[in-house]
């Protein structure tokens, strides 16, 4: 089972470059989230989505965008990186239900920006 | 506000021993709790669940224990292996309008289990 697959695992770029981190899930997930973790620190939710054509703000969405056009798939936009954009990236999904959510995560993206 | 708090950024026990990680929180309206553990360079990996309904969860080594009056709960892991060591987060969630949920996390305790 591949469960959340992100790609790319490591990426340098430079200030004011753009890029597209990738996830996808096979799980039939209806939410999926994009969480960031600097060193010491915990996750924080980037953005979140809870089906198809649906996608929300969460803690620190600013210098990112995101799209969800189908179920499986939940690409993270970076438009100008900024140093303060260097960070490890987790994709994860989740059925969300009235009793509990368990969430899946990802391997993990590692992005430093110079 | 950090309405999940752990106190302990890490923790050191003896393999064979017990580790005791603690969580508090602050909103009474969480119900559901999780506990995730993290190796280096990995995503986080889900460990076990308590609802609010129970106040003991148990999985094999791995237990936890919910203290809804005190707003705590626990993770027990009996024995304790070198294989543990990772960062521990501890995460809550409440239903929401919408009948939908939002995880909370803590900032996580590392845990070195040393033979």
């Known amino acids: 089972n591949a469960g959340v697959t992100q790609t790319p695992k490591f990426r340098i770029l430079k200030i004011g470059q753009s890029m597209t981190l990738q996830c996808a899930q096979d799980?039939?997930?209806?939410?999926m989230y994009w969480y960031r973790q600097d060193p010491g620190m915990g996750l924080k939710l980037i953005y979140y989505?809870?089906?198809?054509?649906?996608?929300d703000k969460g803690e620190v969405p600013n210098g990112y965008n995101v799209s969800r056009s189908t179920t499986e798939d939940f690409p993270l936009r970076l438009e100008l990186a900024a140093p303060s954009q260097t960070s490890v990236y987790f994709c994860a999904s989740s059925y969300s239900s009235s009793s509990g959510n368990t969430i899946y995560f990802g391997e993990g993206s590692w992005l430093t920006v110079v | 506000d950090q309405q999940v708090k752990q106190n302990s950024p890490s923790l050191s026990v003896q393999e064979g021993r017990i580790s005791i990680l603690n969580c508090d929180y602050t909103?009474?309206?969480?119900?559901?709790f999780l506990w995730y553990k993290k190796y280096p360079a990995e995503g986080p990996t889900f460990l076990i669940s308590i609802s609010s309904i129970k106040d003991k969860n148990e999985d094999g080594r791995f237990t936890v224990f919910l203290n809804k009056s005190a707003k705590h709960l626990s993770l027990h892991i009996v024995p304790s292996q070198p294989g543990d060591s990772a960062v521990y987060f501890c995460?809550?969630?409440?239903?929401?309008?919408?009948?939908?949920?939002?995880?909370?996390w803590g900032l996580g305790t590392s845990l070195a289990v040393n033979p």
């Open positions: 799980m039939n997930h209806n939410y």
């Open positions: 989505s809870v089906g198809a054509g649906i996608t």
């Open positions: 995460a809550a969630s409440a239903l929401r309008a919408g009948n939908n949920r939002k995880l909370i």
């Open positions: 909103n009474s309206m969480f119900d559901y």
